[in-house]
């Protein structure tokens, strides 16, 4: 019994840790794009602040609306063999720029659907870390 409440605890923590890991490569993301594109707006007087409010927005929507789009987009998406999954990343972008108004602004929608295709390879790298992490620490555990 022991032992199996110390590997729900080692579950929760990997999740955990796997969930800053993602939360941190967003921000660095959303702050490296705004200091490079002057038409995405991020509040400026509080840049990291404002980035993870975006990022725990953009994981919450992630996690409830975006399961939705991607299979109610699933035609498309197989006819544009993948390339029309950035646009659902795109849409989520702008759902949070309504959300956050004033704070965040996506002026420019090919900027956009640029930090939407970066966030994508974000992930895709993110992902990888994570999986050689997990082989790692399952091979030395």
């Known amino acids: 019994m022991h ?19 993602y939360m941190l490569g967003y921000i660095i993301v959303f702050i490296f794009v705004t200091s490079f594109f002057k038409t995405i707006y991020i509040d400026e007087e509080n840049l990291i602040i404002y980035s993870s409010i975006i990022v725990l927005i953009i994981y919450i ?11 109610l987009t699933i035609p498309i998406t ?4 993948g390339l029309f999954y950035p646009f659902i990343n795109l849409f989520i972008l702008k759902l949070v720029d309504w959300i956050l108004g004033s704070h965040f602004q ?5 900027i956009a659907l640029f930090v939407a295709i970066l966030l994508s390879i974000m992930n895709f790298i993110m992902e990888q ?3 050689k992490i997990i082989k790692r620490v399952k091979h030395h555990g």
């Not at 197989?78 to 063999?81: D, F, K, R, S």
């Open 3 to 21: 032992l199996i409440v110390k590997e729900k605890e080692k579950i929760r923590i990997n999740r955990i840790i796997e969930w800053l890991l």
């Open 61 to 71: 929507l992630n996690k409830t609306i975006k399961p939705l789009l991607v299979s």
């Open 78 to 81: 197989g006819l544009t063999l």
């Open 106 to 110: 996506l002026h420019n929608i090919y």
């Open 129 to 131: 870390i994570i999986n």
